[in-house]
């Protein structure tokens, strides 16, 4: 196996504040793009050419990356003019994947942490001679998701768009992000129009009779799509629960980049992320929260399951829990803001000016 598409057009709008500035691939996750993990656990899987499918602030992309050999692969970028979808932005890079028509090639949606066994899916995919091969996971509730059933030999038999009543949940096992594709059927999506591949390559293929297999895989599987998700997805990279060869640092309850200060009295735990040349100062307490590059946190400051985007100020005891502020924000001294609640970027909020929880 040795090529990939990575899908990172996306505007991460569920994720506002934190993409206003920053495509939602290249929001830190322990201490680096979150990009950069998905891309090193390619090139530890064998894969040395990627296609980067980039839309939504397309330009802060190779600027970061160039041509990949930091990284040990080769790079290339295709931008959309107009978003395409998923089978649309696959169809727009196949100009530049080499592979001929029955191998393989790998597909990654840009917004999944996940530990799947890349080289097992490529070796289920060639041993069962599937045109398509699907990386499957089993979650709890699949209703925020779309179902997708298989035969005792793991054969596709449907795509089952999030269900709703007990009858129509058939299976737990969902679709999780991850493809290999024959490289012919890559050329059979339409060009020229916005294709979805969950809601209409798929389905298609399936009705013409095309073989689609399924590989339930059990590793840690994460949507970053929400704030709350991505903060979670940061800290579990930071204590080892999600596997990535790209973490800068030793797994444990913090990392703290080179650049960051940190008073001796602060107390960092959960796996915490403090970015390059942010400040955590006495007595502040820190849990499970990610401080991306030059955000200040004054003394006496407790903050839990946030984020705080780059340059941000968090005022001396304030009392943060599930929050998000965005880039450059500055929350005043004694504010309490509590679960769900996003600050825009470059927003100010007075001292003392919120005491109370939102939902909103």
């Not at 891309?39 to 992309?61: N, P």
């Not at 932005?89 to 066994?117: E, W």
């Amino acid at each position: 196996m040795t090529e990939a598409i990575l899908l990172v057009g996306g505007k991460g709008t569920r994720l506002r504040p934190l993409t206003m500035n920053t495509p939602k691939p290249m929001v830190p996750a322990a201490g680096v793009p979150f990009l950069t993990h998905q891309l090193a656990r390619a090139k530890a899987a064998g894969v040395d050419h990627v296609v980067l499918a980039t839309s939504y602030l397309a330009e802060v992309f190779e600027p970061h990356f160039g041509d990949g050999s930091s990284l040990g692969l080769s790079l290339e970028y295709v931008t959309e003019e107009e978003p395409l979808g998923t089978g649309g932005a696959i169809r727009n890079v196949a100009s530049r994947l080499h592979a001929g028509p029955d191998d393989p090639v790998l597909v990654f949606n840009g917004d999944i942490l996940t530990g799947l066994d890349i080289r097992a899916l490529v070796a289920a995919h060639g041993d069962s001679g599937a045109d398509v091969s699907l990386h499957l996971t089993r979650v709890e509730d699949p209703r925020a998701f779309g179902l997708v059933p298989t035969d005792p030999t793991g054969r596709v038999t449907a795509f089952l768009e999030k269900p709703q009543t007990p009858e129509e949940i058939v299976t737990d096992q969902i679709n999780a992000g991850a493809y290999v594709f024959r490289r012919s059927v890559i050329d059979t999506i339409p060009t020229g129009r916005p294709v979805s591949v969950e809601r209409e390559t798929f389905p298609e293929l399936l009705a013409e009779g095309a073989h689609l297999q399924g590989l339930v895989d059990s590793t840690y599987w994460l949507d970053l799509g929400t704030p709350q998700a991505f903060v979670r997805g940061s800290a579990d990279l930071v204590l080892g629960r999600a596997p990535s060869p790209a973490v800068p640092g030793r797994c444990g309850d913090r990392l703290v980049l080179p650049t960051a200060r940190v008073a001796p009295d602060a107390k960092l735990t959960g796996g915490t992320v403090v970015g390059a040349g942010a400040v955590v100062g006495e007595g502040a307490r820190v849990t499970g929260s990610t401080l991306h590059a030059g955000a200040v946190v004054e003394p006496g400051a407790v903050i839990t399951d946030s984020l705080i985007g780059a340059g941000a100020r968090i005022g001396a005891r304030t009392v943060l829990t599930g929050a998000v502020i965005g880039d450059g924000a500055h929350v005043g001294a004694d504010n309490e803001l509590r679960e769900g609640i996003r600050v825009w970027c470059d927003t100010t909020l007075p001292p003392g000016a919120i005491r109370f929880s939102s939902d909103q």
